[in-house]
């Protein structure tokens, strides 16, 4: 399951996000620093209508579309990497998720206090990224001096060691870890360390009801930031994300619609996390279920089939593969069998976004 962290500076809108996200979630969205007493977490399906039409398409008895879980994270502060604000416990609970959320306040509201007395969010931005570097730094530091007798005499030591040096300089000159570049072998030794900036992030302007359609300066301040770092962004409302929860399902759209979007704020985060990563997501559908499963773009048929379960992989024989937009045109496997439509596809395919697969193997 995909876990991504979301993180800021007080009030600029992390637990009221997280509230709308994960709308059973607990999290205490108060206008003061420091609200999130405790990382909260929550589990959100993915909503994807290609779902619900297999599912008719298969008269499916379940559906089940993939998660990804969300963790709110406290406030972080100028200082938390030496303890300030709530410090190193906040910090070590980043170190556990696949991707960070980085929510950037950017809606003037008097009502709303700033901890810094005034929206800027280069200003905010770099507070945390300064903070995260900080604390990626000292692990390194701490890392290297326990190799140091290892170096001596372990080609392995001096190989993690090497990549590590390359990192500490990058930190030192304010950069991040994700732009030094590593050889798969050096990659796996440096992982262990969970280092915070060798995460993917995504920037989130949070805005006003009014800006979610076009966004204003802030957002655009923020997008420069992040094309420089080679982050992603999605510009959400957590205001508009709130209201959604009180609405009936039939009118959500509606009420986007007004606002000039056409998908809410969860829809909008997932695709850019997915897109980030390079995730794709393909499909089983039969009379059982409908069911979604996530995995990395390039993986081959063999490996998706691992997603399922491990013998899937170690058995492979061949996939049934059709696209989903073909399936449907088709109306029924069993027509799209007859046309001709249902490929055979063997070890080294490469998994398309869409793909409807089935999968035969040896036990």
């Not at 609970?93 to 950037?104: G, K, T, Y």
């Not at 490996?303 to 593969?321: K, L």
Request: with cysteine.
């Amino acid at each position: 399951m995909l876990k991504a962290g979301i993180v800021g500076l007080p009030n600029v809108g992390k637990s009221t996000l997280f509230n709308a996200l994960v709308a059973n979630a607990q999290a205490e969205a108060a206008n003061y620093p420091f609200c999130t007493i405790e990382p909260n977490s929550g589990v959100v399906a993915v909503p994807d209508p290609r779902l619900d039409q297999l599912a008719v398409l298969s008269s499916s008895k379940d559906i089940v579309p993939t998660r990804v879980e969300f963790v709110d994270i406290a406030g972080l502060v100028k200082g938390a990497s030496q303890g300030e604000g709530l410090g190193n416990k906040f910090l070590a609970n980043i170190r556990e998720v696949d991707a960070i959320v980085h929510v950037v306040r950017c809606f003037e509201n008097d009502d709303v206090i700033h901890v810094s007395g005034s929206v800027g969010p280069a200003r905010d931005a770099e507070v945390i990224n300064l903070e995260l570097g900080l604390a990626d730094l000292a692990q390194v530091e701490k890392r290297r001096e326990r190799l140091k007798k290892q170096v001596r005499t372990s080609k392995e030591a001096q190989s993690e060691d090497g990549a590590l040096e390359r990192i500490q300089a990058e930190l030192e000159a304010g950069g991040a870890a994700r732009t030094v570049s590593l050889s798969d072998e050096e990659a796996a030794m440096v992982k262990p360390l969970g280092l915070l900036t060798a995460k993917p992030i995504i920037y989130a302007t949070n805005v006003s009801e009014d800006d979610l359609a076009s966004g204003n300066a802030h957002c655009e301040e923020v997008v420069a930031l992040a094309k420089q770092e080679g982050a992603g962004t999605v510009r959400i409302s957590a205001q508009v994300e709130a209201e959604l929860i009180e609405l009936p399902e039939e009118e959500r759209a509606e009420f986007l619609a007004g606002l000039g979007v056409d998908e809410g704020g969860l829809q909008s985060l997932i695709r850019a996390t997915y897109a980030l990563l390079g995730l794709r997501t393909y499909f089983t559908t039969g009379e059982k279920e409908t069911r979604a499963w996530t995995i990395k773009a390039g993986m081959t048929a063999p490996q998706a089939a691992g997603v399922i379960h491990t013998d899937f992989e170690r058995g492979f024989i061949r996939a049934q593969t059709i696209g989903y937009q073909q399936l449907l045109e088709a109306g029924s496997l069993a027509e799209a069998r007859n046309k001709g439509w249902l490929r055979a596809e063997g070890k080294d395919y490469v998994v398309a976004e869409g793909d409807v697969m089935e999968f035969l193997f040896n036990v």
